[in-house]
């Protein structure tokens, strides 16, 4: 089996012990990864803290960071492809989804290149005559890093991309699940140029891994991509050293369409949006809002492609849906689903796990028509299971759309511009899509709200999330500083 190893203080090392990672695609064990510990996630946030204050960090220009940015942009896009290969055999995702998306990862760090002597202070127009005041933006400290399995180069880009540009230094926890894609980043990253420590790179289990980061004393601030219930634990762990946080922690996402909308267009989006990822996205579009009047066509439109998607090997360019990343997703799948048709909904195609080799599972369709509180209408799947809900009138879609505890994304389908104006003013989400789906870019800010997370990732305001203000005063008058206990 090929063995990784973590990457701290500008040196590779093995972790406190090993652990197996599954291939996906068969469920059997094709490496073995280093698993931090306390020790481990203390080197490597105390060369974070080193490599922060160093002068060989600390004093490097902006310019001179954008600089190192963009030739590990270079580096990321000429190893795309190996990248692309190690993502695929450690998390089932589809070697062609892969390969399109790292080869993407390495335009936000050339953004982020472009932006790191950009990120400006201010003067004050201050009410007092003899005082020049200005804010200065100066880095928050040392970064803790946390991203899942899925789509990980990606949900790194987006952390180390800003802290970097604004002169922070990262600890990164991968994902024990698939973490070999980022230990790879690892050896590319150590090509760059950057100071030892500027970033490092581990992976292991939540109580002597994740708690440890997440709760140490010289992290100032959490970068988190996750669920809710690990998201709570973090938040609680900051609370030891007040470190400040940025949460994105997936949705239920809302794909609205009414019956003036484009239908090739509203399903061939709906597929993308549901079935691509093998729905492993935080954005995915799990719930299907349609109006009645158009409800069975859609549907039967819907199933039809659902049917004849091509399952298959990660590794094969034809296989539109791999597998899941994990056992536990499939079962997860399986009892939620379970669960709803005991409830009262309707299953159109799927929801059966497939009789062969690796975490498998088909596209499914479950009309919750008739149980709109079903557990799979409420319930994060993270897999290719689309719930769907009828309504009649546009009052009644923006009320379904609203009904969940997340608000990340959501997308709308609909030819009548004025109805869209109002959908979007209406809709609680940090994104919404219009007549498309899935669209992502550097330079747009990415995030939601309530069981979504707060904070933005993607843009400006990731980076200037990434420094903390200070005010300088400068007293401008010649005369001395009055003695504050003579009278006047």
């Not at 946030?45 to 963009?70: I, Y």
Request: aromatic share 8%; charged share 20%; hydrophobic share 40%.
């Amino acid at each position: 089996m090929q063995q990784f190893q973590q990457y701290i203080d500008g040196a590779f090392s093995d972790g406190a012990a090993q652990f197996e990672s599954l291939d996906p695609a068969t469920g059997k064990p094709w490496a073995l990864m280093p698993e931090a510990r306390a020790g481990d996630v203390s080197r490597a946030v105390e060369a974070a803290e080193r490599a922060f204050h160093a002068p060989e960090w600390a004093g490097m220009t902006a310019s001179q960071r954008g600089k190192l940015l963009l030739r590990l942009a270079d580096l990321v896009a000429e190893n795309a492809s190996r990248l692309a290969e190690l993502e695929t055999r450690d998390t089932g995702k589809i070697i062609r989804e892969t390969s399109a998306q790292i080869a993407y990862v390495a335009e936000y760090y050339r953004y982020y290149a472009g932006l790191a002597d950009k990120i400006e202070g201010a003067h004050l127009p201050i009410d007092k005559p003899d005082m020049e005041v200005w804010l200065r933006r100066e880095p928050i400290g040392v970064v803790a890093a946390v991203v899942p399995w899925n789509s990980q180069l990606f949900l790194s880009a987006v952390k180390i991309g800003p802290a970097l540009a604004a002169g922070c230094t990262v600890v990164l926890k991968a994902s024990e699940d698939g973490p070999a894609p980022m230990l790879e980043f690892a050896r590319i990253f150590d090509q760059v140029g950057f100071p030892p420590g500027v970033l490092d790179v581990i992976t292991g289990f939540g109580p002597e891994c994740g708690s440890v980061l997440t709760s140490h004393p010289k992290v100032a601030h959490v970068a988190f991509t996750g669920g809710p219930a690990t998201a709570r634990h973090i938040v609680r762990n900051s609370a030891e050293n007040l470190a400040s946080t940025s949460l994105e922690l997936g949705g239920k996402s809302p794909f609205i369409v009414f019956e003036d909308a484009d239908l090739d267009s509203a399903v061939n989006a709906q597929v993308s949006g549901i079935f691509a990822a093998t729905g492993q996205s935080c954005v995915a579009g799990s719930r299907l809002v349609v109006q009645n009047t158009i409800k069975e066509e859609f549907l039967s439109r819907l199933k039809v492609k659902a049917e004849n998607v091509v399952m298959g090997a990660p590794q094969d360019m034809e296989t539109e849906v791999g597998p899941l990343c994990t056992q536990r997703q499939r079962e997860n799948a399986l009892s939620l689903i379970d669960a709803s048709i005991a409830q009262g909904a309707r299953l159109i195609t799927g929801g059966t796990a497939l009789d062969r080799d690796g975490f498998y599972f088909p596209p499914t369709i479950i009309d919750c028509s008739g149980a709109p509180d079903a557990p799979c209408v409420t319930n994060e799947f993270f897999g290719p299971v689309l719930s769907v809900l009828g309504f009649d009138t546009e009052a009644e879609a923006l009320e379904i759309a609203n009904n969940t505890e997340f608000g990340l994304a959501s997308g709308l389908f609909t030819r009548d511009l004025t109805r869209a104006h109002r959908m979007i003013r209406g809709i609680r989400s940090g994104i919404v899509w219009v007549n498309t789906y899935r669209a992502v870019s550097p330079i747009v800010p990415f995030g939601g709200h309530g069981l979504s997370g707060h904070g933005r990732e993607g843009g400006l305001q990731a980076a200037l999330d990434y420094t903390k203000v200070k005010a300088v005063w400068l007293r401008t008058s010649d005369d001395p500083v009055p003695d504050p206990f003579v009278m006047r």
